[in-house]
T-cell receptor
Framework: GESVGLHLPTLSVQEGDNSIINCAYS??????FIWYKQESGKGPQFIID?????DKRQGQRVTVLLNKTVKHLSLQIAATQPGDSAVYFC??????????FGTGTRLLVSP | NAGVMQNPRHLVRRRGQEARLRCSPM?????VYWYRQLPEEGLKFMVY????????ESGMPKERFSAEFPKEGPSILRIQQVVRGDSAAYFC????????????FGAGTRLSVL
């Protein structure tokens, strides 16, 4: 069935460290994955996406890795800053339709 | 270019009243999605609409909830006879025709049922 899960509910890092947020999915038919950042009281903000025909994609300070063999997705944030503190969600999308969200990982960045 | 606009940002209703949540998609976007988020949880899909059409309402409760996206004007999520369990944040997202997978979210409407 469809499910997208997060390994850890909270991740605490020091400013300047690299952060890695993990996500597992169960549906082999999933073909599109998205990472969102949600700050308190705000809507989810698109970070980066990746399609199932790719295994890595890079953006500004962020990298998403997709391992289809073990159905695992990760978000890497380089040189984490206090402004990166938020809840991060991975979501799965099939085609043009609904996103299936995980429960989220709260990233706490201390100075 | 304005983002997805939702109003009101906060809505307080008493049990049994109706709640109407509005969403104006980004300019040029023809697809609208509604999601519900309970505290400390992820977003749950409710409904996917295009202009004048409901494409997927598999996440909508069978009763009391309805959604529309008319030819003119914003998309409306309507909750009749609200109950305390309806208290949540409701988010709207939109996507353009040419790239339907990336959904851009509004700031949400926080509904509190007293």
């Amino acid at each position: 069935g469809e499910s997208v899960g997060l390994h850890l509910p909270t991740l605490s890092v020091q400013e300047g460290d690299n952060s890695i947020i993990n996500c597992a999915y169960s549906n082999s038919a999933s073909d599109y994955f998205i990472w969102y950042k949600q700050e308190s009281g705000k809507g989810p903000q698109f970070i980066i996406d990746i399609r199932s025909n790719m295994d890595k994609r890079q953006g500004q300070r962020v990298t998403v890795l997709l391992n289809k063999t073990v159905k695992h997705l990760s978000l890497q944030i380089a040189a984490t800053q206090p402004g990166d503190s938020a809840v991060y969600f991975c979501a799965d999308s099939k085609g043009f339709q609904k996103l299936v969200f995980g429960t989220g990982t709260r990233l706490l960045v201390s100075p | 270019n304005a983002g997805v606009m939702q109003n009101p940002r906060h809505l307080v209703r008493r049990r049994g009243q109706e709640a109407r949540l509005r969403c104006s998609p980004m300019k040029g976007h023809s697809h609208v999605y509604w999601y519900r988020q309970l505290p400390e949880e992820g977003l749950k899909f409710m409904v996917y609409l295009q202009k004048e059409n409901i494409i997927d309402e598999s996440g909508m409760p069978k009763e009391r909830f309805s959604a529309e996206f008319p030819k003119e004007g914003p998309s409306i999520l309507r909750i009749q006879q609200v109950v305390r369990g309806d208290s949540a944040a409701y988010f709207c997202a939109s996507s353009p025709w040419t790239d339907q997978d990336i959904q851009y979210f509004g700031a949400g409407t926080r509904l509190s049922v007293l």
